[in-house]
């Protein structure tokens, strides 16, 4: 099992940037994709970063050039740094570990609230 909780969600002008945290405990050698999504109201959650244990990085288009995801010791520590914020950004921002054993169920965290507003 592997726990994951997510950090530094906050309220932030159009602009902006927020840098979004994510630890991981547990069986984390058992992970070997981590990512986030994203869940906007009235809307479905969504793809927005990840990367692989190996450190190769894929982001959703419409963070592209804004958004960088990163990671240090293993898969201890998830980051998501976000500049040049969109109030279209505005969501529950989750953690996701995907397990290299394909029995096992995605980990997810339980979210943290980012909203851009002026």
């Not at 898969?75 to 969501?91: R, V």
């Amino acid at each position: 099992q592997v726990q994951l909780v997510e950090s530094g969600g906050g309220l932030v002008q159009p602009g902006g940037s927020l840098r979004l945290s994510c630890a991981a405990t547990g069986n984390i050698f058992s992970v070997k994709v981590m990512a986030w999504y994203r869940q906007a109201p009235g809307k479905q959650r969504e793809f927005v970063a990840a990367v692989t244990r190996g450190g190769s990085t894929d982001y959703a288009a419409s963070v592209v050039g804004r958004f960088t995801i990163s990671k240090e010791n293993a898969n201890n520590w998830l980051y998501l740094q976000m500049n040049n914020l969109k109030p279209e950004d505005t969501a529950v921002y989750y953690c996701k570990g995907e397990s290299m054993r394909p029995e096992d169920d995605d980990y997810w965290g339980q979210g943290t609230q980012v909203s851009v507003s002026a």
